[in-house]
């Protein structure tokens, strides 16, 4: 068996940047970061236009750094079309040819690394398969729903089996079981020794796939290392979760019975939101509390107001 890859930490850096910055005009897309990323899956989190997408850019040759060195596998990421060869990005932005079918846009775009078609055909149908799209082939991307339309881009980035995976937001417009698909997915890939870089402007969900994690705000790297050290920084903040249900007066009542919920609120007359310190205890104990009492839930999350309140404490704490 491959190892986990949350624990695939050891040996050279993949990743490698060095006092990196980035301006629009006026405007900071990044400044000043300096890290190093190994392989297994490693986690970009930070509140929408905290600089994540311009970094992973940056990283993936898209966009020349303002300042800095950016390397990867040992070289220089830009203007370095070999390099590109050995790396994969899937980036927030669709950008189709809507009139083809899924496997002839995988398969044209793959014909672009001088393989030959058969190859291309091949490796298109295979990655189509890996992510769940193997009996929408034929179908035209135009077609497609959003969270079709997210597999697509992930297949892809994947479909070369690049040493060095990059990935903006690719669970945006899945669904809870495509979302779990994905996860998988990248978790497989990691324990072949690959190096992933995954953003989310939610903490919980990468902790779902790795223990290490990049946190951004303005511009900044505000946090770095393992999540029980940045949650050891948070420890006095508390999280606001938001869950969804048929019968929310009496999951409010269950809920309060239990040690840990700070505060409740009835939000409407299908929702709650609450307040905790330890989000992961929590959602322990309303799985529990779901099953034992036969309650309907359609969604539990964690707010996002309250996580943009976290990276501006953390973006003050480091640079004010």
């Not at 969270?147 to 809870?176: S, T």
């Not at 770095?224 to 606001?240: A, I, N, T």
């Not at 976290?310 to 640079?319: D, F, K, P, T, V």
């Amino acid at each position: 068996m491959g190892a986990d890859p949350k624990d695939a930490r050891g040996g050279e850096a993949t990743i490698r940047l060095e006092e990196v910055s980035r301006w629009y005009g006026e405007i900071l897309g990044v400044n000043k970061v300096s890290v190093d990323i190994r392989a297994g899956i490693t986690g970009l989190v930070g509140p929408n236009g905290s600089g994540k997408s311009t970094l992973l850019n940056v990283i993936s040759g898209v966009i020349r750094p303002g300042q800095g060195r950016v390397s990867v596998l040992d070289r220089p990421v830009w203007n370095n079309p070999q390099l590109r060869r050995r790396m994969g990005y899937c980036s927030q932005v669709d950008n189709f040819y809507e009139k083809y079918t899924g496997l002839e846009f995988i398969r044209s775009m793959l014909t672009l690394h001088g393989r030959g078609r058969e190859w291309a055909t091949r490796t298109a149908d295979k990655t189509l398969e890996r992510v769940a799209l193997g009996e929408q082939r034929d179908k035209r991307i135009r077609a497609y729903s959003k969270g079709m339309r997210q597999r697509i881009k992930i297949a892809l980035a994947l479909a070369h089996e690049p040493e060095v995976l990059i990935l903006d937001e690719p669970f945006n417009g899945l669904d809870p079981v495509g979302r779990r698909e994905m996860m998988r997915l990248f978790e497989d890939y990691a324990r072949q020794g690959r190096t992933l870089l995954i953003s989310s402007h939610i903490l919980h969900e990468i902790e779902q796939m790795t223990d290490h994690i990049l946190m951004m705000s303005n511009g900044y790297v505000v946090a770095e290392g393992q999540v029980r050290h940045v949650r050891d920084m948070l420890s006095k903040h508390p999280y606001r979760v938001y869950v969804r249900c048929t019968e929310p007066r009496r999951l409010a009542k269950l809920v309060l019975a239990e040690d840990g919920v700070i505060s409740l609120d009835l939000t409407d007359e299908t929702s709650l939101t609450l307040l905790t310190r330890d989000p992961d205890a929590f959602f322990l104990k309303l799985n529990r509390i779901i099953l034992e009492h036969d309650l309907e839930v359609d969604v539990v999350t964690l707010a996002d107001e309250n996580v943009q309140s976290i990276y501006q404490y953390l973006s003050g704490r480091e640079h004010h």
